[in-house]
């Protein structure tokens, strides 16, 4: 089943504007990870955010973390074409396997 | 390329047939995992290995489905009697083990099975 949900479903947005996706989740978690999805391809990691941890940066990426509210966000600054792609928040929990939520569909046009 | 590979990638097949996907993981990567990944939706854990033990299987994973890891290395996952249900990705993913971490998953192309 899905931990939680991505909100929004989708997002289209300009070239060089902000992209921000946030992620919920149900359960107590170890970390959360962002991946990126290109249209029918295998997923790639983005960035890990820890339990314990409130913000992250990586590159044009910026992950925030809200254990209290069980959320999550992913900034995207400066978007490029090249970043459309489906992003989906994975939760780890005591196990060893990830929970996805349902995803968020970006699509930046030039 | 070192990465996490899988074969074939697309698969068509008749409802009741048998199918098997292969899985190599990155070389050095001691825990392999299986995911289900139906269209608009992320992907569904399946089961996991740690070397060649199978650990963890989801309730997803039927009594059709059976998965190995025999040498710690490549996997296999066996869908029986193949049903329209069974359509969708399947994706491969592996990790290295270091004690008191974990770490981020590294994932393979997948393979889209079609059943018709």
């Known amino acids: 089943s899905q931990q939680g949900e991505e909100d929004p479903q989708a997002l289209s947005i300009q070239e060089g504007e902000n992209a921000t996706m946030n992620c919920s989740y149900k359960?107590?978690?170890?970390?959360l990870q962002w991946y990126r999805q290109n249209s029918g391809r295998g997923l790639v990691h983005l960035i890990l955010i820890r339990s314990n941890e409130r913000e992250k940066h990586s590159g044009r990426l910026r992950v925030t973390l809200d254990t209290s509210k069980k959320s999550s966000s992913l900034l995207i600054t400066a978007s490029r074409a090249a970043d459309t792609a489906s992003y989906f928040c994975?939760?780890?929990?005591?196990?060893?396997?990830?929970?996805f939520g349902t995803g968020t569909q970006l699509k930046v046009e030039l | 390329d070192t990465g996490v590979s899988q074969d074939p990638r697309h698969k068509i097949t008749k409802r009741g047939q048998n199918v098997t996907f292969r899985c190599d993981p990155i070389s050095e990567h001691n825990r392999l995992y299986w995911y289900r990944q139906t269209l608009g939706q992320g992907p569904e854990f399946l089961t996991y290995?740690?070397?060649?033990?199978?650990?963890?299987k989801s309730r997803l994973l039927s009594d059709r489905f059976s998965a190995e890891r025999p040498k710690g290395s490549f996997s296999t996952l066996e869908i029986q009697r193949t049903e329209q249900g069974d359509s969708a990705m399947y994706l491969c993913a592996s990790s290295p083990l270091t004690s008191g971490s974990f770490h981020e998953q590294y994932f393979g192309p997948g393979t889209r099975l079609t059943v018709t």
């Open positions: 359960t107590s978690i170890n970390n």
């Open positions: 994975a939760t780890a929990g005591g196990g060893n396997k990830l929970t």
């Open positions: 290995f740690q070397n060649e033990a199978q650990l963890e």
